[in-house]
């Protein structure tokens, strides 16, 4: 928000603190490990082509090399990624003979890609 010179940017009064609110939010403040979790899960999600991958996997399961063609991408690229989405616990596999394929972890991450898709989309 800009404001002329005629107006005034609002300020904090640091001499005063609201003290119950900032008590309250200390009270259900997550832990620094949990923020720092936190923080690391989203940093997944700031990569287009980890979004890339997590949406064809919203619509379907797939294998690497059916991900690799999908987003033009080689299989080695690919798989790479989808090791940094196994460790982050976003997508899981399944093995069919020699066949591996991948799908979303849980409905939490169909949740978040979806409110996501949601926003953007406002």
């Known amino acids: 928000m800009l404001f002329s010179e005629e107006e005034k940017a609002p300020s904090c009064e640091l001499q005063h603190v609201h003290e119950d609110a900032v ?10 490990d949990s923020l720092f979790d936190l923080a690391e ?7 287009s082509t ?12 797939l294998c ?3 991900i690799a063609t999908l987003i033009g991408m080689s299989m080695s690229a690919v798989s ?11 997508v899981q596999y399944r093995r069919d003979g020699k066949s591996v394929y991948y799908s979303l972890a849980d409905d939490h991450v169909r949740s978040i890609l979806g409110q996501g898709m949601d926003h953007i989309s406002e």
């Open 64 to 66: 690497v090399c059916d």
């Open 80 to 90: 790479h990624q989808l090791r940094i989405l196994k460790q982050a616990r976003l």
């Open 50 to 61: 980890r979004i890339k991958i997590l949406y064809a996997l919203f619509e379907a399961e």
């Open 41 to 47: 899960l989203y940093k997944i999600f700031g990569d």
């Open 23 to 32: 008590k309250k939010i200390k009270e259900i403040m997550p832990d620094e």
